[in-house]
């Protein structure tokens, strides 16, 4: 058990982070994290769900700086859930495809969805289903995302923007390997890849408790880092894919596409290029148009804030029923500290007429 807790670890930290087994600086995050891990290790059916650790200590023994092209085609060889994170505009969804395309689920269904805009009412419902008559407006019966995805893979793009709400039935069904739609008491056993992509950063957002610690320990079986534009040296490469001009790029337009940092990264540089090819034959050159695209774009890049909800105290005092009682225990798989929990709480107990006094 402590080499399947310790492997389970290295894979959720130690491959994100390059020459992680080289490097004493990670020391303390090791032990910070294995105590997480190991409450993750006690919940039910946890164990069954542990990676395959043959690929993870191969995937160990490889250089720390192992190309991310390699690992989307070593997690195609295998049926783990995988987390693919980088800046917008690196291809996250293009990797997932690919990922889904090289995989023994190719032929079957890849159900993609945008986190970003799901509405909170209506999220349990758009991933679980509901029968006909679940609720005002239910005239038919819907499958839902994930029974949609049976067989196949779901992709969960911007999976950071998930409202807390659905994290936990998502947790259940990753954990259980059934849905419930909503207004039916029966379960369905569903089977199912998941992949999942965001541009956030997930363990700022735990730390902060906008995002579950015990449903990060799932999606992150295998965490995939698609590194930005600027870090790459494929950037040639990626050009001739995307120009579509009727003369190729010339080494001078090469050149001076590799001067520049991309901030948008390979969307950027695909838009860039689509106007090039379209203004080309009126005379325009490659210069003009990147000089007018930069001087546009000269933000700053920023973390985003974090997404628009919070675990409010009612949430927390289901988790707290949910785990018997045990505020350590609720406290832990909602992913923020026990201070923060007894600080939240405290804020409910505040107002008058509060139902947890």
């Not at 505009?89 to 986190?115: M, S």
């Not at 609720?135 to 999976?159: I, K, M, P, S, Y």
């Not at 991309?262 to 009126?282: D, S």
Request: glycine share 8%; aromatic share 8%; net charge positive.
């Amino acid at each position: 058990m402590q080499k399947d807790k310790f492997l389970y670890i290295v894979i959720n930290i130690g491959l994100p982070s390059g020459n992680f087994f080289h490097n004493g600086k990670y020391t303390k995050i090791l032990n910070k994290w294995a105590e997480n891990v190991n409450i993750c290790l006690q919940n039910e059916g946890l164990k069954d769900f542990l990676p395959d650790f043959g690929l993870l200590l191969r995937l160990r023994d490889m250089d720390g700086n192992l190309d991310f092209k390699k690992m989307l085609q070593i997690a195609a060889g295998s049926d783990l859930p995988v987390l693919i994170t980088g800046e917008s505009g690196t291809g996250k969804e293009v990797a997932a495809r690919e990922l889904h395309a090289l995989g023994i689920r190719g032929d079957k269904p890849f159900v993609a969805v945008n986190c970003g805009a799901i509405s909170a009412g209506i999220a349990e419902s758009l991933f679980c289903g509901h029968v006909r008559g679940a609720f005002t407006g239910a005239n038919r019966e819907q499958h839902g995302f994930v029974r949609a995805a049976n067989g196949g893979t779901l992709f969960l793009d911007e999976v950071a923007e998930l409202p807390p709400e659905i994290q936990k039935t998502l947790l259940r069904t990753l954990q259980e390997k059934t849905v419930m739609p909503v207004g039916s008491q029966k379960e369905i056993r569903v089977n199912f890849r998941l992949i999942c992509a965001t541009h956030r950063d997930l363990p700022t957002l735990i730390e902060r408790g906008f995002f579950r610690q015990d449903l990060y320990f799932r999606l992150a079986a295998l965490p995939i880092k698609i590194p930005p534009l600027r870090e790459r040296d494929d950037l040639r490469n990626i050009a001739k894919s995307l120009w579509r001009g009727q003369e190729p790029l010339s080494e001078h337009n090469f050149s001076i596409l590799q001067n520049y940092s991309w901030p948008g990264n390979i969307r950027q540089l695909k838009n860039v290029l689509e106007r090039y090819a379209l203004f080309k034959k009126h005379g325009y050159r490659l210069e003009f148009l990147l000089k007018s695209e930069f001087e546009q774009c000269n933000f700053s890049l920023k973390e985003p804030p974090p997404p628009q909800y919070k675990l409010d105290a009612n949430k927390i005092s289901e988790e707290i029923r949910d785990c018997n009682g045990n505020k350590s225990h609720a406290a832990k798989k909602l992913g923020i500290s026990r201070g923060s929990l007894y600080y939240r709480l405290g804020k409910k107990h505040s107002k008058p007429n509060s139902p947890c006094k």
